[in-house]
């Protein structure tokens, strides 16, 4: 499958499928690219995870998840940090950040494209994938940097 990279208009690396594809959760996206990461590349997978972050879709009569969600922000869950870390330095980077996203749904939030730009004047690389095929693009890339 052909992956594009392209830069929008705020400047963010984004990496996408060149056709039309399913568009499934985005936990099932998490799931493969975690498990594609782990076969792929099975020693630097020790030094890649996935950030357990996500906020959306709780129902303010669901208790359960609502309770959860607020001992999430008690520990230090922030908003915006990308979903996959590869803390693995290369090029001139210290580490990449992925914010993964579903192939034709769901937008950047403010807090991502702020993450996004605090992270990259550190020396990060951060990117944003649709798709787990784009997502695994992006590390690809990412890993091969010299």
Known sequence: MEILTTTNRA???????????????ED?????????CAKLWPIEYESMWHTVNESGGVKKDDWR?????????R????????????????????????EL???HTG????EQKEFA???SALGYRVVFAR????????????????
Not at 11 to 25: F, H, M, N, S
Not at 75 to 98: N, T
Request: aromatic share 10%; glycine share 8%; proline share 2%.
């Open 65 to 73: 998840k609502l309770r959860q969600q607020e001992t999430f922000k």
């Open 117 to 119: 730009i605090r992270q």
């Open 28 to 36: 099932l996206e998490q799931i493969d690219l975690n498990n594609y």
């Open 75 to 98: 520990m230090g869950r922030k908003k915006g940090v990308s979903d996959w870390i590869v803390m693995i330095p290369s090029g001139e980077y210290h580490g990449l950040f992925v």
């Open 101 to 103: 996203k579903r192939c």
């Open 131 to 146: 798709g787990f095929r784009a997502a695994l693009k992006a590390i690809e890339d990412y890993l091969n940097l010299s």
């Open 11 to 25: 400047g963010l690396t984004i990496y996408k499928p060149a056709t039309k594809q399913v568009d499934r959760t």
């Open 107 to 110: 937008s950047i939030t403010k």
